[in-house]
């Protein structure tokens, strides 16, 4: 059989399937929506909190230390999804949330106020992967299509990033910075309630459970792959200013200890051998990674040259790029649509050359002088790939992954976006080197546009191979 004619099969399975009602996927949703929301609000609040701890560039550790936490709890938070119960870890991740969210503002040091930055990335990273083991659990057992579920999800992703930088200025204004996290209260109490109300329990554990737990969680991988991975988002967070270089004489020993281990384990932390053998499954990291730096590095990049180069002020430079984030969210549904008929690679072939034709005009249609209708008409090109490549990458994800690692897969999801974050940290301080030029925004969109050709060639040649 051909694969034109196995896609084409596939996709007639999928679009033949009922789809889940949208209760499942509105009450996981407002429990997903909760880790964009506070990495963007974070943004429009350092200044007020570097005021009241008297404090600088240090605050930059409240936005840093989330993505870090994040980036390794999302996969622990997915493999105890898969091994205890998704909506278990789901509330369970609510509840942290909750707590710190009510202890954060009572903070008495800057220094305490990023270790509930860190706990609050913990708490917000186990809502996705646990998230999207619920959808999958109970499409399997409805015999139902999830495409429109993840859709949804997709939406308050894409939403509550684009209008977290809104709220938090709203927040921040009327009430100071501890809103920002006394905001979340309501949030969890709202998507536990309805996650208690609507989603399934989890199947009962045996009576030797905790036992067997600890057999199967493989600790000694789970530590590895921190000590790793915080080894490595360290050297990523540190190209901005001093690199700490010496720290990849740790992470990289400890990554092949790592994966040596994971190689023998009974119950690996990470499934490595899957990672070896399943390349639309190691792909698909890759390739999620890679669009993410496009998509921080635009998202982050572009209001600096705004503010600095254009001359624009904060309001007005909001209003430019919420388009970015807007449209992302708008196209999701367009894109959830396509998914059901043609799988996500069309999806994924919209989107890299979305991306391509952002990252043109920004590399040689824009400049100090460009009329801001204009600017708003870039950043709406820019904003439309961001649906089509987020459902499209969450999707091939979970299509490759096997439904009893759903979990943590999609924590792995997690991490690589996160990954990709920091790379575009790293990519914009590089590329602009000093106060945001046009230059400097030139060079920004020519890295776009040569992620955005990788990401065409992949879509259109490797992955039709596999």
Excluded: C
Aim: proline residues 6%; aromatic residues 8%; positive net charge.
């Amino acid at each position: 059989m051909t694969k034109a004619v196995e896609e084409t099969r596939a996709a007639e399975e999928v679009q033949a399937q009922p789809g889940l009602p949208a209760k499942y996927a509105a009450s996981v949703g407002l429990g997903t929506l909760l880790q964009p929301l506070n990495s963007s609000m974070i943004a429009v609040a350092l200044v007020a909190i570097g005021n009241d701890f008297h404090a600088g560039t240090e605050t930059q550790w409240l936005v840093s230390g989330l993505y870090l936490a994040t980036a390794i709890s999302a996969p622990t938070a997915g493999r105890l999804a898969d091994l205890v119960g998704a909506r278990r870890v789901f509330l369970a991740g609510l509840g942290l949330v909750a707590l710190v969210s009510a202890l954060a503002p009572l903070a008495p040091s800057l220094g305490w106020l990023i270790a509930a930055r860190v706990l609050l990335g913990i708490g917000t990273g186990a809502q996705f992967p646990s998230g999207v083991a619920m959808i999958r659990r109970i499409a399997d057992r409805r015999k139902a299509s999830a495409v429109g579920a993840l859709g949804l999800i997709s939406v308050f992703a894409q939403t509550s990033a684009a209008l977290g930088p809104s709220v938090g200025g709203f927040l921040v204004g009327s009430f100071d910075w501890q809103a920002i996290f006394l905001v979340n209260l309501p949030v969890s109490a709202i998507a536990g309630f309805f996650v208690l109300r609507l989603v399934p329990a989890d199947p009962p554990r045996p009576a030797d459970d905790g036992r067997k737990l600890w057999r199967e969680i493989d600790l000694a991988g789970l530590f590895l792959f921190s000590l790793a991975m915080t080894a490595v988002m360290l050297v990523l967070l540190s190209l901005t200013g001093q690199p700490t270089w010496w720290l990849l004489a740790v992470a990289v020993p400890v990554a092949v200890l790592f994966v040596l281990w994971e190689r023998r384990a009974a119950t690996p932390f990470v499934d490595v051998r899957l990672l070896a053998r399943s390349a639309p499954l190691s792909l698909g990291y890759l390739r999620t990674m890679l669009t993410y730096v496009a998509f921080y590095a635009i998202f982050y990049g572009l209001p600096g040259w705004l503010e600095q180069a254009r001359g624009l002020d904060p309001t007005q430079v909001g209003l430019v790029v919420l388009p970015i984030a807007a449209l992302g969210a708008i196209t999701v549904i367009g894109a959830t649509r396509l998914a059901r008929n043609h799988g996500p690679r069309l999806l994924l072939v919209i989107g890299s050359a979305g991306l391509l034709v952002g990252g043109a005009a920004l590399a040689f249609g824009v400049h100090a002088g460009t009329p801001i209708a204009v600017l708003v008409l870039i950043s709406a090109v820019l904003g439309v790939p961001n649906g089509f490549n987020g459902l499209g990458n969450q999707l091939a994800v979970y299509g490759a992954a096997p439904p009893e690692a759903a979990g943590a897969a999609a924590g792995l999801f997690r991490t690589s976006q996160y990954v990709g974050a920091n790379l575009a940290s790293a990519a914009i301080a590089l590329v602009f080197a000093g106060p945001a030029s046009d230059a400097g925004l030139h060079r920004l969109g020519l890295l776009v546009g040569g992620i955005a050709t990788i990401l065409l060639v992949d879509v259109i040649f490797v992955r039709k191979s596999h």
